[in-house]
């Protein structure tokens, strides 16, 4: 049997094959932030396809957070009942289901956060045209607060763990990388003060929900920014997550204001594939606990190879599982070798994910 297909420990759970549904958003949930039917459906679809561990899409812990339109909110008690939905579907069959839990920071605009966007550092975006206002020192705390609450409500609704969003240039990642953060208090500086707020959140989360509900994280390995955050720096922020009780990290990499974030368009060769992996493993190398890799891999070979060689312990895939939600499944009965997915990019609907291909084709 490949060892893909094979159970791994996270932290206290096991996920039962190496296949994770990568956070996507699914700009799926109401105006206000709620779960929708199509929502729940579309996760009950990735467990049916047998993927083994799912990451649900951003959902922001304050309404300064928003990101896009259409997003799952997580900032009041009030989303409990409908989160609670989509591990209710999802644990009909053998999958676990994390929520990932964000902030968007200067990554959005005035008119979805109703307010100042905000930021470590008043760094202009040039993508989202935004100049950013800087953070006061209480407001951080209560960020820190505000992601702890968040992680306790996935807890109550019944989610398996959940997955702190620290990369693509949203909130924690501006803190964590010196082009965005460029404080010289308690939160700036060298990368262990740029790295504290990160460390508060899953030290609260830990202290809030106990040791064995498990703590992810999705950290970037790089901006692609001259002065941003680098591959050593993430080596370094990965082993104090691990000294703090991190269960797992995905390893990505990029943000919106460098032009090149981690979905990368165009078909590779299957040598090209897994653009995040040579990353992944300079993470493997340094920590113990299980490693995501992931950057545009369709092949079951390449997962297999990536694996197999000690790269990392996982394979994240999403627009592969948005071409086709039974992929795993389809790769376990031997029914396909490669993902048919074209990462032409059009998948990213504001009016619900699709595959912009298939429904081409209806």
């Known amino acids: 049997m490949s060892i893909l297909f094979t159970p791994l420990k996270i932290g206290s759970i096991s996920v039962p094959n190496r296949f994770v549904r990568s956070a996507t958003h699914e700009y799926m949930a109401d105006d206000e932030g709620n779960v929708t ?29 928003k990101a896009s ?3 799952t909110a997580v900032y009041d008690d009030r989303f409990v009942e409908g989160l609670a939905r989509i591990p209710a579907a999802v644990h009909g069959y053998s999958s676990l289901v994390f929520l990932q839990i964000a902030h968007a920071g200067r990554q959005t605009k005035e008119r979805l956060c109703a307010c100042i966007p905000v930021s470590p ?10 100049m950013p206002r800087e953070l006061r020192g209480e407001e ?27 990369a693509h240039g949203y909130l924690i990642s501006s803190f964590l990388s010196p082009h965005t953060n460029r404080r010289t208090d308690e939160w700036g500086g060298p990368v262990e003060k740029r790295a504290r707020v990160l460390i508060d959140v899953l030290r609260g989360v830990k202290a809030a929900c106990g040791t064995a509900f498990p703590v992810i994280v999705k950290l970037n390995s790089t901006d692609f920014l001259d002065g941003g955050l680098t591959v050593d720096d993430a080596v370094r922020i990965a082993r104090m997550l691990e000294a703090e009780g991190i269960d797992a990290i995905e390893v990505s990499g990029g943000m919106a204001e460098a032009g090149r974030g981690s979905v990368w368009p165009g078909l590779r060769s299957e040598a090209d594939e897994g653009y995040f992996a040579e990353n992944a493993a300079r993470i493997k190398k340094a920590v113990k606990v299980p490693v995501f890799a992931l950057g545009g891999i369709r092949t079951l070979a390449v997962a297999e ?7 990392a312990d996982l394979i994240s895939l999403s627009r592969p599982l948005i071409r086709d939600p039974f992929l795993v499944k389809h790769f376990r009965e031997g029914l396909t070798t490669k993902s048919e997915c074209i990462s032409c990019n059009k998948c990213f609907y504001p009016r619900g994910i699709r595959c912009a291909e298939l429904t081409k084709k209806r």
């Not at 820190?144 to 989610?159: C, P």
């Not at 190879?305 to 790269?311: F, N, S, Y």
């Open 37 to 65: 039917d199509n929502e729940v459906e579309l996760y009950r679809r990735l467990a049916e396809g047998e993927v083994g561990l799912i990451i649900s899409g951003h959902a922001f812990v304050q309404p300064s957070g």
């Open 305 to 311: 190879k990536i694996v197999e060689e000690g790269r």
């Open 140 to 166: 951080i705390r209560a960020l820190i607060t505000d992601f702890v609450a968040a992680a306790g409500r996935a807890k109550r609704a019944g989610f398996d763990g959940v997955q702190l969003h620290a």
């Open 69 to 71: 339109p259409r997003q």
């Open 121 to 130: 550092s008043a760094v202009y975006d040039p993508v989202s045209k935004v």
